[in-house]
């Protein structure tokens, strides 16, 4: 157990509608990443939140967006899905000034 | 473009042998690596890393050797046990302060054959 926490664990929608995933960090991490894996893919970046701030952005479409909470937990919105979104959506933190990152589970979004 | 590569989407080791997965890179502005290993239905677990200072770094079974002339870095894993079967993550990051976005090579599934 990494101490991330991520929900749903699954999810299935129908093409057109809107999503939210949440992510809880590690206690003390101020960090926050958001990742995608396609099938037989690599993770890919999506974007980084940094003690709520948004600190670094990667292949996010313009559909896709996320925030960090006081709390320091984040989520992450997903609109006008598409069946080309169905993926594993990885959330991960790091601890201030290191660059290993804790993986949550991960949410598995089905899009039919 | 892809800037980390892992070239063998595939490695099938025989058990108390040793596993060699390897990983190339193409950005110079990389100057630390990590392995993740994941299980189907989880996330990836850290398992070690090396900052580009070094050449070689070990914990336990698990040994990484960075090449920076060559852009390269391998993950040893001796011996292999059952347990190691999984995919192999190869991720790299740049920047001083840490807390940086990591860019993945698209894994290596390793069998241990018993």
């Known amino acids: 157990d990494s101490g991330v926490t991520q929900t749903p664990k699954h999810l299935i929608t129908a093409t057109g509608q809107r999503v939210t995933l949440r992510c809880s960090p590690r206690?003390?991490?101020?960090?926050v990443y958001w990742y995608q894996q396609s099938l037989d893919q690599g993770l890919q970046f999506l974007i980084q939140?940094?003690?709520?701030?948004?600190?670094a952005k990667g292949n996010i479409l313009e559909r896709f967006s996320a925030q960090q909470f006081p709390d320091l937990h984040s989520e992450l919105n997903l609109s006008s899905l598409e069946l080309g979104d169905s993926a594993l959506y990885f959330c991960?933190?790091?601890?201030?000034?290191?660059?290993?990152?804790?993986f949550g589970p991960g949410t598995r979004l089905t899009v039919t | 473009d892809q800037q980390v590569k892992q070239n063998s989407p595939s490695l099938s080791v025989q058990e108390g042998r040793i596993s060699i997965l390897n990983c190339d890179y193409t950005?110079?502005?990389?100057?630390?690596f990590l392995w993740y290993k994941k299980y189907p239905a989880e996330g990836p677990t850290f398992l070690i890393s090396?900052?580009?200072?070094?050449d070689k770094n070990e914990d336990g079974r698990f040994t990484v050797f960075l090449n920076k002339s060559a852009k390269h870095l391998s993950l040893h894993i001796v011996p292999s046990q059952p347990g190691d079967s999984a995919v192999y993550f190869c991720?790299?990051?740049?920047?001083?302060?840490?807390?940086?976005?990591?860019?993945f090579g698209t894994g290596t599934r390793l069998t241990i054959i018993p």
């Open positions: 090396i900052s580009s200072i070094k």
């Open positions: 206690s003390g991490d101020l960090s």
């Open positions: 991720a790299a990051s740049s920047g001083v302060f840490g807390n940086e976005k990591l860019t």
């Open positions: 950005n110079s502005m990389f100057d630390y």
């Open positions: 939140y940094y003690n709520g701030e948004e600190r």
């Open positions: 991960a933190s790091s601890p201030p000034g290191s660059d290993e990152q804790y």
